[in-house]
């Protein structure tokens, strides 16, 4: 097929590389050309007619894209093969994220195996679709950044946050987004019928991003406070956000601004005044939901919700692909 995309994911047997596969395979203007899995090497690939290869048995140079969607800390090595291959590089793990080896070292807790790649694009189109068009390398946002940064997004772009009070998100996501490997956290019998704080305040390691990526679009932006939980469910995510707005706008006028910023954006719904966002609107959809409640004069509260692997992470990276090749935006998604 002339001017078809070929495609390689990395880590295609993880949920979010399940998802990813499922994607493509549907993308009018995709083929795949290799899924890898170390656990699952030699098996069919549901949905399409490949069979998972061991990734050392793979090269970047094979496709013309490749999807990462592997651990942290074991991805950046392969985007660098990417790179050096001359393929463009879709990033989903947290690798190449933050702009500096030295705000990855604070944030991870140990050097960056590839500095020379820094910075990357940022892959939040809706904030930054300039320049992940037409690049090489974008590092893919994953749930609790996307659906916050989000949320926040046109409280940002208008300088209308307090710099003297903190943001507060109180997030939720499903079980899916702690990834497909086991772990007594996410066993059946710890989540079923429970919620479970973790990392509350200041200790999350997506602090580090979305702070960044807030303060180049307001750069007074408070700190954050944020509180993530483990919702017994598979998938959705929601950003519960608490925020004090300064004298740019009351919290009557907030929902009227994210009509206004969102109008044009095919995959960002703000819902009328006096509706919630829930996750069920979200779940196995490539959107973003969000609703926006005045509480009083310069507090707002504002419910961002979205599917932990879709626009989370794996439609998200298509999205990403489809600017990075000059396509339509939301070619394979809607």
């Known amino acids: 097929m002339a001017n078809t995309i070929l495609a390689g994911v990395y880590g295609a047997s993880g949920y979010a590389g399940l998802e990813l596969v499922e994607i493509l395979a549907g993308h009018p203007a995709v083929e795949m050309g290799f899924a890898t899995s170390n656990t699952y090497a030699g098996e069919a690939v549901a949905g399409t007619a490949l069979r998972y290869r061991p990734s050392a048995e793979v090269s970047p140079n094979e496709v013309d894209v490749i999807f990462l969607a592997l651990p942290h800390k074991a991805s950046a090595a392969v985007a660098k093969l990417g790179i050096d291959a001359g393929v463009k590089v879709v990033d989903l793990s947290a690798d190449l994220r933050l702009d500096s080896a030295e705000a ?78 086991p772990s007594l956290t996410t066993h059946f019998a710890e989540v ?13 390691r997506h602090i580090s991003e979305m702070e960044q990526e807030a303060r180049k679009l307001c750069a007074d932006f408070g700190p954050l406070i944020f509180c993530p939980h483990l919702l017994p469910v598979a998938r959705g995510l929601m950003s519960s956000i608490y925020v004090t707005l300064n004298a740019r706008l009351t919290s009557h006028q907030a929902h009227e601004l994210y009509c206004q910023n969102y109008a044009d954006e095919p995959l960002v719904e703000v819902l009328p005044l006096g509706a919630q966002a829930t996750l069920k ?49 939301t070619a394979g998604l809607v």
């Not at 195996?113 to 990357?120: I, M, Q």
């Not at 079923?192 to 999350?204: C, F, I, T």
């Not at 004069?297 to 298509?318: C, F, M, P, W, Y």
């Open 192 to 204: 079923y019928s429970n919620l479970v704080p973790y990392k509350v305040g200041r200790s999350h």
């Open 104 to 181: 990855y070292e604070r944030a991870y807790h140990s050097p960056h195996p590839h500095p020379e790649l820094l910075p990357v694009p940022y892959g939040l189109p809706e904030s930054n679709r300039k320049n992940i068009k037409n690049a090489d390398l974008v590092a893919t946002p994953g749930c609790y950044p996307t659906t916050t940064l989000l949320g926040l997004y046109p409280l940002l772009r208008r300088g209308a946050l307090a710099a003297d009070a903190p943001v507060i998100v109180d997030a939720k996501s499903g079980v899916t987004g702690a990834g497909r490997k």
């Open 281 to 329: 609107q979200v779940v196995k959809t490539n959107s973003c939901v969000i609703s926006v409640t005045p509480v009083l004069e310069r507090q707002a509260h504002i419910t961002s919700v979205t599917d932990n692997l879709r626009k989370g992470a794996a439609s998200q990276a298509v999205q990403n692909m489809n600017l990075m090749f000059g396509i339509e935006e």
